[in-house]
């Protein structure tokens, strides 16, 4: 989905006219015309009030153009796992349980290591190669190569 269909979905899901989208997020309500027929896309300071304003994601508004993964453990990210910033906002980098109420869970490797191959392990999965897996994974995460 592009994002003029996205934020025309989310407006009309919300039940707002582009007058009421427009005056709540201090645009003329032609600008609001302008992202829905595609003519231009939002600035980043007004993509990041979209977002507040509905909840999602600035991923998500774009059309999701990018995958992402939780920079600390892997987890593939959308707007119910992502977590938020103590102001509400998303923090598109980590999931919502590596990253809570502006803190992060994990400082030690080791021990996310051991959670996720004890979590993550099944019957057709044991808990050695899981293991082997983040082992191999989470060191090249963002998180995991910034100096502590
Ligand atoms: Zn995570």
Redesign the pocket.
């Known amino acids: 989905m592009e994002t003029k269909d996205v934020i025309l979905e989310l407006r009309t899901k919300n039940k707002l006219s582009q007058d009421e989208l427009a005056e709540k997020i201090h645009v003329t309500r032609q600008a609001v015309s302008r992202w829905e027929t595609g003519g231009t896309i939002p600035n980043t300071e007004t993509l990041k009030l979209l977002s507040k304003l509905f909840g999602v994601s600035i991923n998500t508004l774009l059309g999701s153009p990018r995958k992402l993964i939780?920079q600390?453990?892997?987890?593939p990210l959308d707007d119910t796992t992502m977590s938020k910033e103590t102001d509400g906002t998303f923090n598109e980098e980590?999931?919502k349980?590596?990253?809570a109420e502006g803190k992060f869970t994990y400082t030690n490797i080791e021990k996310l290591i051991d959670f996720c191959a004890e979590h993550m392990a099944n019957e057709n999965w044991p808990v050695e190669q899981a293991r082997a897996y983040f082992e191999e994974m989470l060191p090249k995460l963002h998180y995991w190569q910034q100096p502590k």
């Open positions: 939780c600390c453990c892997g987890m980590y999931c349980w590596c990253y």
